[in-house]
């Protein structure tokens, strides 16, 4: 089984930092692109930022200037750096990645379980 697990979530100020990690473990030959999507309450599941395997990376216009993805591919890790956080980055954070179990398999999505990060005023 392919298992995607999240760490750092918790409670931040309005203008705190807080750095997300993921870990993807399992059978698992190739990683496509690795990122963070959040959902608040009410809210679309929407993309946070990604990053493919040679490290171009893509963000959401409201955390440009704010947020950092990067990934070690060895380590099948990606991390959120985020910075100046704000009451609206409040939501649940789920890691996803898009990735081959054998080299003969299709693309597949995989997801954390989510964790929480909230941003007091």
């Known amino acids: 089984q392919v298992q995607l697990e999240e760490s750092g979530g918790g409670l931040a100020q309005s203008g705190g930092s807080l750095r997300l990690s993921c870990v993807a473990s399992?059978?698992?030959?190739?990683?496509?692109?690795m990122g963070w999507f959040r959902q608040a309450p009410g809210k679309q599941r929407e993309l946070v930022a990604g990053i493919n395997h040679g490290g171009s990376a893509n963000y959401a216009d409201s955390v440009k200037g704010r947020f950092t993805i990067s990934r070690d591919n060895a380590k099948k890790t990606v991390v959120l750096q985020m910075n100046s956080l704000k009451p609206e980055d409040t939501a649940v954070y789920y890691c996803?990645?898009?990735?081959?179990?054998?080299?003969?398999?299709?693309?597949?999505?995989?997801w954390g379980q989510g964790t929480q990060v909230t941003v007091s005023s």
């Open positions: 996803q990645a898009t990735l081959q179990k054998t080299a003969w398999s299709n693309w597949a999505d995989y």
């Open positions: 399992g059978s698992i030959y190739s990683i496509n692109v």
